[in-house]
């Protein structure tokens, strides 16, 4: 047995260690996954996301659950948007300012304009119907 042998031998199993990690990405970012994808990113009916004030003025609110984020560019204006990423599928996991965030791979979105920012994202979130119906916001289809 040579000197090389047990180096050859290491080369191998890291690499199937990093495919296996690169397996498990994969999975992550497939729409089977659990991480928040959905086949559908926009409601298929009416949701209720609750008080209309609790969307600030100037700024806007990121509804994780329903994958929805919704803005108030002005009192009583509200715009909705699907927060699942139109590149991988991922839920958004927070908003910053007007900023929506991808966790999966870093893209950004203008969550007043559903604009892709910062890719690897190039197509804006999809628009989403709102009103305020009794002080209540409702997102998705016949809102």
Do not use: W
């Amino acid at each position: 047995m040579s000197a090389a042998t047990p180096a050859a031998r290491r080369t191998v199993l890291k690499g199937a260690a990093l495919a296996g990690a690169a397996g498990l990405g994969v999975a992550a970012c497939s729409t089977e996954s659990k991480l928040g994808h959905a086949r559908t990113p926009t409601p298929t009916a009416p949701v209720d996301l609750g008080a209309a004030d609790a969307v600030p003025v100037g700024g806007a609110k990121l509804y994780r659950e329903q994958r929805l984020v919704v803005s108030c560019p002005a009192k009583g204006e509200y715009k909705a948007f699907s927060a699942q990423c139109t590149h991988a599928g991922c839920a958004l996991d927070k908003v910053e300012g007007n900023e929506g965030n991808c966790p999966c791979h870093g893209s950004r979105f203008d969550v007043t304009t559903g604009e892709a920012l910062n890719g690897p994202a190039t197509v804006p979130l999809p628009k989403v119907p709102v009103v305020v119906r009794d002080g209540k916001l409702i997102a998705g289809p016949e809102a």
